[in-house]
């Protein structure tokens, strides 16, 4: 419920500070007195964009606080979907600063207009001339009707289900799809995947295959330059080793004279061991040589289909071919397992139709149960607002296709006189009909749900007699279980709040200021006598007020 509204600097209003009450909260003035600034001004708070021009001193900011009690409203998720701090006493700020911009604030949280305007439909509930025309929307007459079905949870269910069921259905399309570009390239890479399978990369060592190329590509000269060196080595008397023999014992025999020469005997000791090594060495390569044109061709044919597929794939190291050759074989295991993973989504596909079909089949059965119960409510509530011929058909038939609450399409036939025929209620109903309409659908679904407070903005407009004080028997009995303001110019109506404000204005210092009080018991009398019988008042409009609070 709403607790109190604070407002600064806004249109003709310089401060302003009201507490309010649980129940019905009458609010009077006369035309013009500024009760439609008080709207405008909650209306900040909930949500609706702000304008420099209805700051009253432009070079101060304009700040309108609402505070409101939600401890009973089960808020909190809807707090956390909105990334707002929630309180059970919450408050919300609006500024509009002299630059023209504006900011607002949950709880001292920054908040955007977006996060007010969803919060703002659970706070409160200002029924003016266009929320009577939600009337005639589909999604609006689905609500009261789900509200009394109590299908909420059920709703809940079917939005889960139904999200689930569209986003498997954009995935099997895209699967399909891809299955279909799929098939185009399966061929193709199933060519390049054997090509590459079939030369066993991971065995190949390019290093060691392109040593070999060379060796047996070039074995003459191998053998002719390994002999020259043999010959070179081991000539006897000239070989480079008998030489090395000479020296190692010429430094010998004066290796006992000193350490250097001694050093030099062992260094010479040591080339020849080495030069001994090479020579055997020598031995086995030459002995190691073989002309086999065969395993050259063989090797020289490999090489060259290595190369082709590096110049293909445009690589240039085996590690990249391996590569390549994982990700075309993950593309065609993709391709042929593609019908598998067809398949099961379409088996999902199936089962959550099923359970869609269950939910909205329910959900469509609650709804017909309580179309009568409704129907007899509504009817019997306009017959004691002047409506007395008013009728109804809710007609719901079932669709083809899954709808955001169900698989029903409904349609609200209206009849307001006898012997006139049923009709959409756009087209049959007036706008005073469809005011007390709202009226009758608000007080049923108070009766079923916890309605957020609500203030009525003169929807007694064209009425007067009986059927305003049956309107104001509704309104109160409404505030028993929910906050109800209501803004009326009826005297009737007016008696029957628990607390009453007068909006009016004042001329100070040649400004008009508005202003809201909270009447007692005897300035209630008076302001109830004034609407009787107008500023003059007379013994009789004071006699008809006592009676009327009475």
Same mark, same amino acid.
């Given at each position: 419920?709403?607790?109190?509204?604070?407002?600064?600097?806004?249109?003709?209003?310089?401060?302003?500070?009201?507490?309010?009450?649980?129940?019905?909260?009458?609010?009077?003035?006369?035309?013009?007195?500024?009760?439609?600034?008080?709207?405008?001004?909650?209306?900040?708070?909930?949500?609706?964009?702000?304008?420099?021009?209805?700051?009253?001193?432009?070079?101060?900011?304009?700040?309108?606080?609402?505070?409101?009690?939600?401890?009973?409203?089960?808020?909190?998720?809807?707090?956390?979907?909105?990334?707002?701090?929630?309180?059970?006493?919450?408050?919300?700020?609006?500024?509009?600063?002299?630059?023209?911009?504006?900011?607002?604030?949950?709880?001292?949280?920054?908040?955007?207009?977006?996060?007010?305007?969803?919060?703002?439909?659970?706070?409160?509930?200002?029924?003016?001339?266009?929320?009577?025309?939600?009337?005639?929307?589909?999604?609006?007459?689905?609500?009261?009707?789900?509200?009394?079905?109590?299908?909420?949870?059920?709703?809940?269910?079917?939005?889960?289900?139904?999200?689930?069921?569209?986003?498997?259905?954009?995935?099997?399309?895209?699967?399909?799809?891809?299955?279909?570009?799929?098939?185009?390239?399966?061929?193709?890479?199933?060519?390049?995947?054997?090509?590459?399978?079939?030369?066993?990369?991971?065995?190949?060592?390019?290093?060691?295959?392109?040593?070999?190329?060379?060796?047996?590509?070039?074995?003459?000269?191998?053998?002719?330059?390994?002999?020259?060196?043999?010959?070179?080595?081991?000539?006897?008397?000239?070989?480079?080793?008998?030489?090395?023999?000479?020296?190692?014992?010429?430094?010998?025999?004066?290796?006992?004279?000193?350490?250097?020469?001694?050093? $030099? !005997?062992?260094?010479? #000791? @040591?080339?020849?061991?080495?030069? %001994?090594? +090479?020579?055997?060495?020598?031995? *086995? =390569?030459?002995?190691?040589?073989?002309?086999?044109?065969?395993?050259?061709?063989?090797?020289?044919?490999?090489?060259?289909?290595?190369?082709?597929?590096?110049?293909?794939?445009?690589?240039?190291?085996?590690?990249?071919?391996?590569?390549?050759?994982?990700? $075309? !074989?993950?593309?065609? #295991? @993709?391709?042929?397992?593609?019908? %598998?993973? +067809?398949?099961?989504?379409?088996? *999902? =596909?199936?089962?959550?139709?099923?359970?869609?079909?269950?939910?909205?089949?329910?959900?469509?059965?609650?709804?017909?149960?309580?179309?009568?119960?409704?129907?007899?409510?509504?009817?019997?509530?306009?017959?004691?607002?002047?409506?007395?011929?008013?009728?109804?058909?809710?007609?719901?038939?079932?669709?083809?296709?899954?709808?955001?609450?169900?698989?029903?399409?409904?349609?609200? =036939?209206?009849?307001?006189?006898?012997?006139?025929?049923?009709?959409?209620?756009?087209?049959?109903?007036?706008?005073?009909?469809?005011?007390?309409?709202?009226?009758?659908?608000?007080?049923?679904?108070?009766?079923?749900?916890?309605?957020?407070?609500?203030?009525?903005?003169?929807?007694?407009?064209?009425?007067?007699?009986?059927?305003?004080?049956?309107?104001?028997?509704?309104?109160?009995?409404?505030?028993?279980?929910?906050?109800?303001?209501?803004?009326?110019?009826?005297?009737?109506?007016?008696?029957?709040?628990?607390?009453?404000?007068?909006?009016?204005?004042?001329?100070?210092?040649?400004?008009?200021?508005?202003?809201?009080?909270?009447?007692?018991?005897?300035?209630?009398?008076?302001?109830?006598?004034?609407?009787?019988?107008?500023?003059?008042?007379?013994?009789?409009?004071?006699?008809?007020?006592?009676?009327?609070?009475?």
């Amino acid at each position: 419920m709403l607790t109190s509204l604070y407002i600064k600097n806004y249109a003709l209003i310089d401060e302003l500070n009201v507490q309010f009450n649980n129940g019905l909260t009458i609010i009077t003035g006369e035309t013009g007195a500024g009760k439609s600034i008080l709207l405008g001004g909650l209306s900040l708070v909930l949500g609706k964009r702000a304008d420099l021009s209805q700051v009253k001193n432009k070079d101060e900011k304009c700040i309108i606080e609402a505070s409101f009690d939600i401890a009973n409203y089960n808020l909190k998720n809807r707090f956390s979907e909105l990334d707002l701090d929630y309180d059970v006493q919450t408050i919300i700020r609006r500024e509009i600063l002299p630059s023209g911009k504006s900011r607002a604030f949950v709880n001292d949280t920054p908040a955007t207009l977006d996060s007010l305007s969803l919060l703002s439909s659970s706070l409160i509930d200002i029924h003016s001339q266009h929320q009577t025309q939600q009337l005639i929307e589909n999604d609006y007459q689905f609500r009261v009707i789900d509200a009394l079905a109590d299908n909420e949870k059920m709703l809940d269910d079917y939005h889960v289900q139904l999200l689930e069921y569209k986003a498997l259905q954009k995935s099997l399309k895209a699967l399909i799809d891809h299955k279909a570009e799929m098939i185009k390239e399966h061929d193709y890479n199933l060519f390049l995947l054997d090509e590459l399978s079939n030369i066993k990369l991971e065995s190949i060592r390019l290093d060691d295959l392109e040593a070999q190329y060379e060796q047996l590509n070039n074995v003459e000269i191998i053998g002719e330059k390994l002999a020259n060196v043999k010959a070179i080595l081991s000539t006897e008397d000239q070989g480079v080793i008998d030489q090395l023999n000479v020296l190692k014992q010429e430094l010998n025999k004066i290796s006992g004279f000193g350490k250097a020469y001694e050093d $030099l !005997a062992q260094r010479i #000791s @040591s080339v020849h061991i080495e030069l %001994d090594d +090479i020579l055997l060495e020598l031995d *086995d =390569l030459e002995e190691g040589l073989s002309n086999d044109p065969q395993e050259l061709e063989r090797i020289n044919a490999q090489l060259q289909n290595i190369n082709t597929l590096f110049h293909k794939h445009s690589v240039s190291n085996i590690e990249s071919l391996i590569a390549i050759k994982n990700e $075309l !074989a993950s593309k065609v #295991s @993709s391709t042929e397992n593609l019908d %598998d993973t +067809i398949q099961k989504k379409e088996e *999902d =596909l199936l089962r959550l139709k099923d359970c869609l079909n269950n939910l909205a089949l329910t959900i469509s059965k609650k709804r017909k149960a309580v179309v009568p119960t409704l129907t007899q409510k509504l009817e019997g509530m306009l017959s004691e607002l002047g409506m007395p011929n008013a009728k109804f058909k809710f007609q719901l038939t079932e669709s083809d296709s899954f709808l955001s609450n169900g698989k029903d399409n409904l349609q609200l =036939l209206f009849m307001a006189n006898k012997g006139s025929n049923y009709n959409e209620l756009k087209k049959s109903a007036s706008g005073g009909e469809l005011s007390r309409i709202m009226l009758a659908i608000k007080a049923i679904l108070s009766e079923y749900i916890q309605l957020p407070s609500i203030m009525f903005d003169e929807i007694d407009t064209g009425v007067s007699g009986e059927i305003s004080n049956r309107m104001g028997d509704i309104m109160k009995q409404m505030s028993g279980k929910m906050q109800v303001f209501t803004i009326t110019h009826l005297p009737q109506i007016a008696a029957k709040g628990n607390s009453h404000f007068k909006v009016f204005k004042t001329d100070k210092n040649n400004s008009t200021h508005t202003d809201l009080k909270r009447l007692d018991e005897e300035e209630r009398i008076v302001e109830i006598a004034q609407m009787l019988g107008g500023v003059n008042i007379t013994e009789s409009a004071m006699a008809h007020a006592k009676q009327l609070l009475n």
